[in-house]
C-alpha cells in the first residue's frame, strides 16, 4: 500500500497541528478516491501538501489522483516533488506516470 510503514512519511518540519490536520485531510481524500470522487479528493489534497509540504503520503496521492485524472503536467510536477522526498517511492510511481504517457488523451 502506499505510503505505509515507517514513520519517515515526513521529515519532522511544520508544526505537529499542521501534521496532523494534513494526515487528516489525506484521510478524507482516500475515502473519497475509493469512492470515485477523485475531483473532490484533489482538493483535499491539495491542502494537505500546503499545509504540510514534506508529507510524502498526500504528495503520492495527489501524483495518483492527477494520473487517474489524466492531468499529465500535475502527475508529474507531483512525481518530482515525490522523487525529492522519498526517491523508493518515486520508482512506483514512474511506472504509472510511464503508462499515462502512452494512454492517448
Known amino acids: 500500500a502506499w505510503g505505509r510503514g515507517k514513520r519517515s512519511a515526513t521529515s519532522g518540519k511544520g508544526s505537529h497541528a499542521a501534521r496532523g490536520n494534513a ?4 484521510r478524507k ?3 473519497l478516491r475509493k469512492k470515485g470522487e477523485h475531483e473532490k479528493a484533489l482538493r483535499y489534497l491539495q491542502k ?3 499545509l504540510e509540504p514534506d508529507y510524502v503520503k498526500a504528495h503520492v496521492h495527489l501524483c495518483l489522483t492527477y494520473i ?3 492531468s499529465r503536467d500535475e502527475a508529474i510536477k507531483e512525481y518530482k516533488v515525490v522523487k525529492k522526498l522519498h526517491p523508493k517511492m518515486a520508482k512506483r510511481l514512474r511506472r504509472k506516470l510511464k503508462k499515462l504517457k502512452k494512454s492517448p488523451k
Do not use: C, D, E, P
Open 29 to 31: 481524500a482516500l475515502r
Open 23 to 26: 494526515k487528516k485531510l489525506t
Open 48 to 50: 494537505a501538501v500546503t
Open 68 to 70: 487517474t485524472l489524466h
